[in-house]
């Protein structure tokens, strides 16, 4: 993705706290009201905050993916501002329900397919889960990833520079004369907070950007 995702990534991981949370509490609605505006400010200061002054580390692997079941929402927004509204949603919300609903347990953390690189942004967002629902909620699709060959960039860096790790990963691609099977994805592997509420060093915090290839 070309576009800056790094509101969208807080409210992801925070999204994913409310969905725990979700789980194991009963909320009332001045409760979800504060943790929404909780996450706004989060946004708010991190984005603020965060200012590259160095590029980000972007270690490639050429490897096979696992198995999976992913629990996944279909949506798109107008700009890269709205898909931050979009994950909240989708993550803490939609996603939470349907897992807790149909007695599923989350096996890794969120991922997020984006068939556009430019506005109206087109996309797929889930979590991987430890089996099918036997009654998919309406409005929510399963994907499977099958054992593929894929080509991993281990993205260590601000989020607004995640653009570098698709060009990274193209020219990995062009120069092996490979096709890309399938749209790329990403693997939110780190939080961007410490469980205090601080915010982590940019340069310690991973996302995975994956390519499909034959």
Known sequence: MKSNRLGSFIFIMLGTGLFVNSCNNSKDTDDAKTKKDTVI???VKIEQKVAPNRGPVINIMDTVSTKQLVLCIRDSAANSSRISMKLSQIYGV???AAIK???LKIIGPPMAWYKSQQ???FFEAGFP???KPAKLPAGIILKQIGTDSVVIAHFYGPYDLTSQAYAVLQEWMKDRKKKQLQPPYEIYVDAPLEKNGQLKDPY??????VFTWK
């Open 119 to 121: 506005a109206p942004f």
């Open 204 to 209: 310690k915090v991973q996302t995975d950007v």
């Open 129 to 131: 889960v430890d089996k």
């Open 101 to 103: 609903k149909n007695n």
């Open 94 to 96: 939609k996603l939470a």
């Open 41 to 43: 400010r989060a946004i």
